[in-house]
């Protein structure tokens, strides 16, 4: 066994998958993946880097250090660990926000790190927003109030856990979720827990392995304007929709009841 073995079977275990699973995504077969995980054999460069991008560690360490030894958190907030923000720049060198499209957001989650797919984004420059690095992504959902659907949230990207501040609201791009737009509450154990400013949805926790990045609300683009009883038919909206599969859910109980007597 091999110190990149152990590696990528810890990884695997973290997050509860099968070597079926792991060898789907990276396209190739479970027997092959399974003889990376007992050491029999080593991945070519080209599926090194798949993996590497697939766990979200870099290399380095997949290859020179045994991650089981050190905190989750901790092996996050490595420099080494940070797989290389790629950014766009106009034709004078200047740093650019680059739009993530409403259409394709989740293949942002395929893209991040591409340093092709970044340069093929719609980009533009606000000259307020400087000293970091801004991105803008596209608000969805009724979680995300006073963003409406059409709207962006431009967000100035996060180093590490450890930059989150309490009651600050933040873009996180996670493994799940893929975009979503919260309020940081605070970090329990290897998670961090985060709400909706709709209050109709609950705080949650996500944690640390499922974390791809993290990025500060700076701005917001808003198509249209936000009506002040916008927030209210949001909440009105949820709650019919809890009814509705409240009484779903009743409806095929009762129905259950009735074929057994």
């Given at each position: 066994?091999?110190?990149?073995?152990?590696n990528?079977?810890?990884?695997?275990?973290?997050r509860?998958?099968s070597?079926?699973?792991?060898?789907n995504?990276?396209?190739?077969?479970?027997?092959?993946?399974?003889?990376?995980?007992n050491?029999?054999?080593?991945?070519?460069?080209?599926?090194?880097?798949?993996?590497?991008?697939?766990?979200?560690?870099?290399?380095?360490?997949?290859?020179?250090?045994?991650?089981?030894?050190?905190?989750?958190?901790?092996?996050?907030?490595?420099?080494?660990n940070r797989?290389?923000?790629?950014?766009?720049?106009?034709d004078?060198?200047n740093?650019?926000?680059?739009?993530?499209?409403?259409?394709?957001?989740?293949?942002?989650?395929?893209?991040?790190?591409?340093?092709?797919?970044?340069?093929?984004?719609?980009?533009?420059?606000?000259?307020?927003?400087?000293?970091?690095?801004?991105?803008?992504?596209?608000?969805?959902?009724d979680s995300?109030?006073?963003f409406?659907?059409?709207?962006?949230i431009?967000?100035?990207y996060?180093?590490?856990?450890?930059?989150?501040k309490?009651?600050?609201?933040y873009?996180?791009?996670?493994?799940?979720?893929?975009?979503?737009?919260?309020?940081?509450?605070?970090?329990k154990?290897?998670?961090?827990?985060?709400?909706?400013?709709?209050?109709?949805?609950?705080?949650?926790?996500?944690?640390?392995?499922?974390?791809?990045?993290?990025?500060q609300?700076?701005?917001?683009?808003?198509?249209?304007?936000?009506?002040?009883?916008?927030?209210e038919?949001?909440?009105?909206?949820?709650?019919?929709r809890?009814?509705?599969?409240?009484?779903?859910?009743?409806?095929?109980?009762?129905?259950?009841?009735?074929?057994?007597?």
């Open positions: 066994m091999s110190i990149f073995s152990n990528i079977r810890f990884l695997r275990d973290k509860e998958l070597q079926q699973s792991v060898a995504e990276l396209t190739i077969s479970r027997v092959r993946y399974s003889k990376y995980e050491g029999v054999s080593e991945p070519p460069i080209e599926l090194l880097i798949k993996i590497s991008k697939y766990f979200h560690v870099s290399i380095d360490l997949l290859v020179s250090v045994d991650i089981r030894k050190y905190p989750v958190e901790d092996m996050l907030m490595l420099p080494d797989i290389v923000l790629p950014v766009a720049v106009d004078l060198g740093d650019t926000i680059e739009i993530i499209p409403q259409k394709a957001s989740m293949g942002y989650l395929e893209g991040y790190s591409d340093v092709g797919y970044i340069e093929s984004l719609q980009r533009i420059a606000l000259p307020f927003l400087t000293n970091g690095k801004y991105r803008a992504f596209p608000a969805d959902g995300m109030p006073p409406r659907n059409g709207s962006y431009v967000g100035k996060v180093e590490g856990i450890d930059e989150l309490s009651g600050k609201t873009v996180f791009i996670t493994l799940n979720d893929g975009i979503t737009y919260k309020r940081f509450k605070e970090k154990g290897n998670t961090i827990c985060v709400s909706a400013d709709n209050s109709f949805y609950e705080p949650y926790n996500i944690p640390f392995e499922e974390i791809v990045e993290i990025w609300y700076a701005s917001g683009i808003f198509p249209e304007d936000f009506e002040p009883g916008d927030y038919n949001y909440n009105f909206k949820e709650m019919f809890e009814l509705k599969q409240d009484i779903r859910q009743l409806d095929q109980k009762v129905s259950g009841r009735r074929k057994f007597k």
